[in-house]
């Protein structure tokens, strides 16, 4: 006669054959397309509000996301929507006319495009170079931000002296100024690039001395426009400040990373 203990043994092992969610091939099984879609959207948020910290290259499950979401349509619309809360904004500031009210903005992924070197460069799965980028920046292809180019032009029209303040360097200011005018800017009161006394600064320490210098010159920074907390962070801060998505960018305080911290 077949023991109760036996019979429990036997029930037991059974189960265990015909019920996946204990198999041991659970183990096996891929991370669906869906959940890695859903991670690699949470990882550029996280990387977009600077949660991410320092990092040198993208997760490789997500560089084929990050190159999807810069050449998409869903890029584009975040791009478009902070550039109509910007112009808003703008619409509510009471110009003065002295020319003193001013707009900032950085250049790098905020009114230029790099996206064809990203693309060169597997969108970030590659450690960030500097000297690749800076003979880059000297060819000056990198086309404009069709929504940037809006707002830059709705600003003009508004009466807001326009002042651009990169960290490129003051080497690159030829092909830079030929660059922007190529891509369909014009009308800005200064470029602002970092000199001899500007190396080694970190991006938020550089950009805030040149807002600080502005201040001093009585200007009124109303609203300033970036891709990364370095272009709006630190001191004399503008009235608003808007950022502008890009998952290229990190640490705020690091130049050898994909940030191009200081452009």
């Not at 959940?35 to 997500?62: F, H, K, M, Q």
């Not at 003009?156 to 326009?162: H, N, P, Y």
Request: aromatic share 14%.
């Amino acid at each position: 006669m077949v023991s109760l203990r036996s019979l429990s043994i036997w029930f037991f092992f059974f189960v265990f054959l015909i019920n996946p969610s204990i198999s041991i091939r659970t183990s096996f099984i891929k991370l669906p397309t869906s959940d890695r879609s859903r991670y690699c959207d949470s990882w550029r948020l996280a990387a977009e509000t600077n949660n991410a910290g320092t990092w040198d290259v993208i997760p490789s499950i997500c560089v084929d996301f990050v190159a999807e979401y810069l050449n998409g349509d869903q890029f584009r619309s975040d791009y478009d929507v902070i550039a109509d809360y910007a112009l808003a904004f703008a619409k509510s500031v009471e110009i003065a006319g002295d020319g003193k009210d001013v707009w900032i903005f950085d250049i790098d992924e905020t009114l230029l495009t790099n996206i064809d070197y990203y693309k060169a460069h597997g969108y970030g799965s590659e450690p960030y170079d500097d000297n690749s980028f800076s003979e880059w920046v000297v060819q000056g292809t990198a086309p404009a931000f069709d929504s940037s180019l809006r707002l830059y032009n709705a600003l003009k029209k508004l009466g807001f002296t326009i002042i651009l303040l990169t960290g490129r360097d003051e080497h690159q200011r030829s092909s830079t100024e030929t660059n922007l005018r190529d891509a369909g800017y014009s009308g800005w009161e200064r470029l602002l690039l970092r000199g001899p006394n500007d190396q080694g600064k970190s991006a938020t320490k550089y950009k805030s001395e040149q807002r600080s210098k502005l201040i001093e010159e009585g200007f009124k920074i109303r609203g300033n426009s970036g891709d990364q907390w370095s272009d709006l962070l630190g001191f004399a801060v503008a009235d608003r400040s808007f950022k502008v998505p890009n998952p290229m960018k990190t640490d705020h305080n690091h130049s050898a990373h994909w940030s191009l911290t200081g452009r």
